[in-house]
């Protein structure tokens, strides 16, 4: 399985003037191709620390996204540093000096003196274009680990991401054939995350190797996450339906019907509405019975949006 690891450079990240939110987007399209994210670390513009945490990362990852750091000012220091990790020297490249260029001129603006050097790369870099900015990515390689930088722009990263990175990764994970990890995500309501631990008993019974599950809790109900290893993305869908099928067949009557939706999603519906009208009759101890009652009298009461409440609960 193809390891990634996520390294964020910036002051204003440590100290958390800027909310990461490019570890998260490239974490997301990492794992949506099967990768397995081992590590997210964030440095500040500190040399010795960037250099650290490279030899720390190296020992354990296949690909090492790098984002931040290559502006053209003095603060900037990745690719300096990536020069004297790798004991390697600049060379102008022409065609990222043409970028450079056109991304002025059609802005009707001079050329800083201090924008033109970000067109010297270093030799060893098979540089990545940057279409909406002036500082190019680069992508180094040692020792069978894949360094990539790129700039902390979010939408200068993601275009660089989407258009070399994902699939330049996609190709490594068919050229080494390598086993892929997939995740679902099922959300429930109306229960608190100790009560539905105990109705799902102990996953190891029904977990095969190279299977998870995670429990995610939060003030809108608890979302639990499967996840499955698999030589194919076919083979991980087929494992994560067998792993829903045990679930639904637990826990069934607090699953909401789709990935990735909330409560707030199906209020007044009827399914909903019974769903709910059980978990108040198995709390209180109610009869059966009492179901019916219960559901009746909560599709007749009216809101402000026009919606059934299901204020009862």
């Known amino acids: 399985m193809i390891k990634v690891s996520i390294l964020s450079i910036g002051d204003e990240l440590c100290i958390g003037q800027v909310l990461n939110t490019n570890a998260q987007w490239i974490a997301k399209r990492c794992t949506e191709i099967g990768c397995q994210i081992i590590y997210h670390l964030t440095v500040s513009d500190d040399k010795q620390k960037l250099i650290d945490s490279l030899s720390f990362l190296n020992k354990l990852s296949d690909f090492i996204i790098i984002t931040g750091g290559l502006g053209p000012t003095s603060d900037d220091i990745t690719k300096p540093v ?130 998870m599950l995670a429990y995610l809790p939060s003030s809108k109900g608890v979302r639990l996450r499967i996840g499955a290893t698999a030589n194919s993305f076919q083979e991980a869908e087929e494992r994560l339906q067998r792993i829903e099928n045990i679930l639904k067949a637990k826990i069934g009557v607090f699953l909401l019907p789709s990935e990735n939706e909330d409560l707030n999603s199906y209020v007044g519906e009827p399914w909903l509405l019974l769903n709910l009208a059980q978990v108040v009759c198995s709390v209180q101890k109610l009869p059966p019975l009492a179901v019916q009652a219960i559901t009746l009298s909560a599709a007749r009461l009216p809101t402000q949006t026009g919606q059934k409440s299901i204020a009862f609960v």
């Open 82 to 211: 990536l020069i004297e990790y790798f004991s390697d020297k600049l060379e102008k490249n022409d065609e990222i000096a043409k970028d450079i260029e056109e991304f002025y001129r059609k802005r009707n603006r001079a050329i800083p003196e201090i924008s033109l050097n970000q067109a010297y790369l270093p030799m060893r870099a098979k540089p990545i274009r940057n279409l909406h900015g002036t500082a190019p990515g680069m992508i180094f390689h040692e020792n069978g680990v894949y360094y990539i930088s790129l700039p902390g722009v979010p939408y200068e990263m993601k275009e660089m991401m989407m258009d070399t990175v994902i699939p330049m990764i996609k190709d490594e994970i068919i050229r080494r054939d390598e086993t892929i990890v997939k995740y679902k995500t099922l959300n429930t309501s109306g229960i608190f995350e100790a009560n539905l631990a105990e109705l799902i008993g102990n996953e190891k019974e029904f977990l095969d190797d190279g299977e």
